[in-house]
C-alpha cells in the first residue's frame, strides 16, 4: 500500500450508497491502511497479545434483522461502535476510519470479523462521523449508550488492535 492515496468519503451519503451497491465492506479504526497492511497484516488482541489471522474490522453489511431500519441508521450506528478507539490512549491523534474489503477468515475477540486479502476502499472524514454521531444521538432515547464500560477499565476487550 505504500504510496497508495485513497479516496475520502466526506459525506454519510456516500458510504450509505456504497453499503447499497453491493460488495460486503467493513470500517477499521486504526493509523491507516499502510499501517496495517505492512508486514504481516494481522490484528492483536488487547487483552491477551495473541496475534488473529486477520485485521479486525467492522462489518458494514445491512443485517436482516434491521430491514426496517432506514440504511442511513443502520450505517451511523456502525460506524460509531468502534468510535471510542479514537479516544483510548493507543495514539489516537493517528487513528481514524477508513473503509476495506477481504475475506473474512474468522472472528476476534469482540466477535468482530478478521479479514484478510485487504483491499482499501477510502478514508471515513470526520465530518462523515460527525453527521453520524447526530443520527446515532436522534435515536438514543430507543437504544441507550453506545459505549459499554468494562470491568478492565475499556470499553470491549480491547481487541481492535
Known sequence: MPGTTLPTYTALHQLVELIEQGPPVFVRWSRGPEADLAGSAVSRDGLTGMEMPGLSANPLVFEEW???LPTTVWVARRLCDYIHLRDDDQGSANVRPWVLKGEETGRGPDNEPL?????PVAWIAESVIAEAEDVVARQRGAWGPLRRPS????G???GKG
Open 66 to 68: 434491521a430491514k426496517d
Open 115 to 119: 479479514v484478510r486479502d485487504v483491499e
Open 156 to 158: 470491549g476487550s480491547g
Open 151 to 154: 470491568r478492565f477499565g475499556r
